[in-house]
């Protein structure tokens, strides 16, 4: 990665730092079209956060956390708005454990298709055009329908075959305003992770980052400046290709691009009737994407079949609302990990590990490292790296690191997911194509292109200079140490570990007795209170407080036993 490419990422960077989202302004047409559920949603919006807490309440999040399905059903019930969000949240392994991301995927399922003419509203809104004024045809049956928005293929006036996505309206003020309540209500539940040995998970944390997916899936102005970048960087020798963006159609809400009119990389009557060679394409696609992560630093990060298409024989890679970035360090970090488990060296991958993510109090370097040597010894019997699964390799050492509590940043977990998106790929078009073969020989190339023969030299000899001072002290730190032992100065610093389970523990128990204990007090208090005319009284003479409290302190009590099992 060299300069140039990362001042063009950090133009790219700053470019959507400077794109702001805007109410949707309706025109006379669309409110006309979308009158009732204009309605519905002003009437939704009164009563909103009181009928999302009751959804919540309905689903138990109060009993230990939602599970997988759980939070799918939540989502379902709380609305197409949380249905999207679920559907963002599937694809992000980085922020959710891989159990709730697969059961999340469900919801990408049955999606309504967006009225014909409330799209060629949306389009006529945001040009200010009529649609015969900029096509010569437009198809009203959508290419492709999702929850935010769908595509329409069109012919421009100057023959140019066209896609043009359209946004839903009335959607990204919807799921603005939505995400603010769901903030206020992030704090009240848990996720917990089984693979990671129970870990909850902060939801509040997936919430904020969940924020600012969302801007860039709501701002298509954001899908076309990544597809612009990809044209001009990430195309390598022009072996694959990439939509052009038709600048005077592209807006917040509406994105045009050119139409590749060729067939999906997974429909393999369509590869053999254009005499495609599927172990050609595949290694094409896989050559590409691999230039993409180790030399421009930035990639697709959903690669899976239905976003590579390929027309006349060439690759084309299609929406780009979703690209991962990893920096030079980051690839370094990447072939360090690689060459330990090769080395079968537990040490230099816990090395690695700690490196790439940010270790908290609660990790063990100990257990850290046996678990390394487990993983490690698994690889023992590899003599060649044809036998290594690269998508395993990644969820391991990930596994690993949120089992001993290493935050890994979101990149890292992105590419892990986007590396398993292109290994499905291959799989179904050339089996017998190696992902990590083609990886580690493009490893190996550009770690011979940085090798300096000097630069390796003058490390070493400042490693042998600061070795030579240290054991020079051995004599003068031994002798200090016996001078200290002698004049009884000598104080041994020890820290236990493992205890910090048991004290959790313990200390959770008592909290919640403690609780049920003051659930117990109150019942009886109010069972008491309910003798009196204490006021103000209900229609049938009891105190209101009294009712009040035993209602309370049924549900405290329920609460509190649930969490002490």
Request: glycine share 8%; charged share 30%; proline share 3%.
């Amino acid at each position: 990665m060299n300069d140039k490419t990362k001042k063009l990422i950090k133009e790219l960077e700053d470019k959507k730092e400077t794109i702001k989202n805007g109410a949707a302004e309706l025109s006379s047409e669309l409110k006309r079209l979308l009158k009732e559920e204009i309605d519905a949603v002003k009437k939704r919006e009164k009563h909103r956060p009181a009928e999302m807490v009751a959804i919540f309440a309905k689903h138990n999040f109060y009993a230990g956390g939602f599970t997988p399905g759980e939070l799918r059903t939540t989502l379902e019930d709380l609305g197409p708005t949380y249905v999207k969000i679920g559907q963002i949240m599937s694809s992000r392994v980085d922020l959710l454990p891989k159990s709730y991301c697969k059961e999340l995927e469900k919801l990408r399922q049955n999606v309504k298709p967006l009225d014909a003419a409330v799209a060629r509203a949306v389009i006529e809104q945001e040009t200010g055009k009529k649609i015969e004024d900029i096509y010569s045809e437009f198809r009203d049956e959508p290419l492709g329908s999702a929850s935010i928005g769908q595509a329409h293929y069109g012919v421009l006036k100057d023959g140019t075959k066209v896609v043009t996505k359209v946004q839903r309206p009335l959607v990204a003020d919807t799921m603005r305003s939505d995400i603010v309540l769901l903030k206020r209500l992030a704090g009240l539940v848990n996720i917990v992770g089984e693979e990671y040995d129970g870990q909850v998970i902060d939801f509040r944390s997936v919430v904020d980052e969940l924020e600012k997916v969302t801007q860039d899936e709501l701002d298509f102005r954001v899908e076309a400046e990544n597809t612009r970048f990809f044209k001009e960087n990430c195309l390598g020798g022009g072996e694959v290709g990439c939509p052009d963006v038709i600048d005077e159609l592209t807006t917040e809400r509406i994105f045009t691009m050119t139409f590749i009119d060729g067939c999906c990389v997974s429909d393999a009557e369509g590869l053999e009737a254009e005499g495609c060679d599927p172990e050609e394409i595949g290694r094409i696609i896989v050559q590409n994407y691999i230039h993409q992560v180790l030399d421009v630093g930035t990639f697709h990060a959903d690669p899976h079949q239905g976003n590579i298409m390929v027309s006349h024989g060439k690759p084309y890679w299609i929406d780009f609302g979703m690209i991962g970035r990893v920096t030079e360090k980051d690839v370094d970090l990447i072939q360090s990990a690689v060459k330990a488990m090769l080395m079968h060296s537990a040490d230099d991958l816990v090395g690695v590990i700690v490196s790439m993510g940010a270790a908290s109090p609660l990790t063990d370097r100990a257990r850290l490292t046996q678990d390394a040597e487990v993983f490690v010894e698994k690889y023992a019997s590899v003599r060649s790296v044809s036998d290594i699964n690269v998508t395993e390799v990644f969820e391991e050492v990930m596994g690993i690191a949120a089992k001993h509590h290493v935050s890994m940043p979101g990149r890292f977990t992105i590419l892990a997911r986007s590396l398993t998106a292109i290994e499905g790929v291959v799989g179904l078009l050339c089996p017998e194509l190696n992902v990590f073969d083609l990886l580690y020989d493009k490893m190996k190339e550009r770690m011979l292109k940085n090798l300096s023969l000097r630069r390796e030299l003058a490390q070493a000899g400042r490693e042998l200079f600061e070795a030579g001072k240290k054991t020079a002290r051995i004599p003068v730190l031994a002798s200090e140490a016996l001078d200290h032992a002698v004049k009884g100065k000598m104080k041994v610093n020890m820290e236990l570990k493992g205890y910090d389970e048991p004290l959790d523990r313990i200390g959770h128990f008592v909290r919640y007795a403690m609780l049920t204990l003051v659930a117990c007090v109150l019942f009886i208090g109010s069972c008491i209170l309910c003798t009196t005319e204490f006021k103000p009284l209900l229609s049938n003479g009891m105190p209101l407080f009294a009712v009040a409290g035993i209602v309370f302190s049924i549900a405290l009590a329920i609460f509190s036993v649930k969490n002490l099992k």
